[in-house]
């Protein structure tokens, strides 16, 4: 494989994680924002909604489960290229 391919990872991985984290950021404000102006907040919502959909509330968790151990079971290994000195 070619180094120039393989540089690309990181760059995914970075701006993956970067996504991650604005959407977590976004997540807490939007949170404080209802918090202090009394609204329902983000886990009062997913709670609520969890309780009327709880086969829908598995599926997701189980999902997120699946997903996460496709990350941590299946660690990146490139192919070794005999071309590449």
Do not use: K
């Amino acid at each position: 494989m070619n180094p120039a391919v393989l540089d690309t990872y990181s760059v995914g991985m970075a701006l993956v994680i970067w996504a991650i984290t604005g959407i977590g950021l976004f997540v807490s404000l939007v949170d404080a924002v209802s918090d202090v102006n009394d609204w329902p907040t983000v886990s009062d919502q997913i709670g609520d909604w969890s309780l009327r959909n709880p086969w829908l509330a598995r599926a997701l968790v189980a999902l997120l489960f699946i997903l996460l151990a496709h990350f941590v079971l299946n660690p990146l290994r490139p192919p070794t290229c005999p071309c590449v000195p």
